[in-house]
């Protein structure tokens, strides 16, 4: 997919934050974008916006509606003739530690995070299939998709962090099922970006007294990690737009995640080591 000039695209969630950088980036490779959103007067804006950049259209959807993202899907191939690319891309992430999460907790931040996107791909690949056409499905993950990210533990972001290993190995598991589909599957795995909801945070620190609760959720050790770390969604959309164009599977966006990953593998090489199974 290393010409996005004509296609359709759907990004979820592509109002605001990570969304709206894919949708904007779509829209000047010469792609039309379909996004959805809960909030109607956010998508409107959004769209009014963006439309200087080619053709968008908002569509209000529940992505964790299997029905309604159906419907979605119809719409579609109705309106607009064809779906080239699905960016399943919205989700939110609870900071709440994991031993105080309810089920309640769990089960949103999963539904939404994954089952949605889960369902929606299945949704999308069955009417490729019937179509007898192409296509691809990108995933937004996180570097939680990779490794423990330890500058953000203070966040604690576990249930989130679990829902993103989750589309890791979702993926891994559909691009060898779908290998000869004609429908191919990648993972972007961005760290901090530069959300309306990350840079409402760093305002609020801003204005925070010292002694304010809110230090103790995010501490200035993870906050200096975000500042230093975080891209803004329009980068973030230009790096899943090259990693497409290049078939990656994996998508990472910032150089922090490698060394984060090779944490991980340097210890997991020393268990096999110490078990003497190297």
């Known amino acids: 997919m290393d010409d996005l000039q004509g296609k ?15 949708a ?29 950049l080619g053709e968008v259209r908002s569509v209000r959807a529940d992505v964790t509606d299997t029905a309604a993202m159906e419907n979605v899907l119809d719409d579609i ?15 939110l992430g609870l900071m709440k530690p994991l031993m105080d999460c309810t089920p309640a907790d769990m089960q949103a931040q999963f539904d939404l995070n994954y089952f949605a996107t889960v369902w929606l791909t299945q949704a999308y690949v069955r009417r490729v299939q019937a ?21 953000n533990a203070e966040l604690k972001m576990g249930i989130y962090g679990a829902t993103k290993h989750a589309i890791l190995i979702t993926a891994e598991w559909l691009r060898h099922e779908l290998a000869d589909t004609g429908v191919t599957v990648s993972v972007l795995m961005p760290g901090p970006v530069l959300t309306e909801r990350l840079a409402q945070t760093f305002a609020t620190l801003e204005k925070a007294a010292a002694d304010d609760p809110v230090h103790a ?17 329009d980068d973030c959309g ?8 290049l078939g990656l599977f994996h998508i990472p966006a910032q150089p922090h995640i490698l060394a984060d990953f090779d944490a991980r593998a340097r210890e997991l090489r020393a268990a096999f080591e110490a078990l003497g199974l190297t």
């Open 8 to 22: 359709t695209v759907l990004v979820t969630g592509g109002a605001q934050g990570i969304g709206k950088g894919l």
């Open 24 to 52: 904007r980036q779509c829209l000047l490779a010469g792609a039309k974008v379909i996004i959805t959103n809960l909030n109607q007067a956010i998508a409107a804006a959004t769209v009014a916006e963006l439309g200087a």
């Open 77 to 91: 191939w109705s309106t607009e003739g064809r779906l080239d690319v699905v960016f399943n891309n919205a989700g």
């Open 131 to 151: 179509r007898g056409g192409t296509g691809h499905v990108m995933f937004t993950g996180s570097e939680n998709s990779l490794a423990f990210p330890p500058d």
């Open 217 to 233: 959720v995010i501490p200035p050790h993870a906050e200096q990690a975000l500042r230093e770390r975080f891209i803004t969604p």
């Open 238 to 245: 230009r790096i899943a737009l090259r990693g497409l164009a």
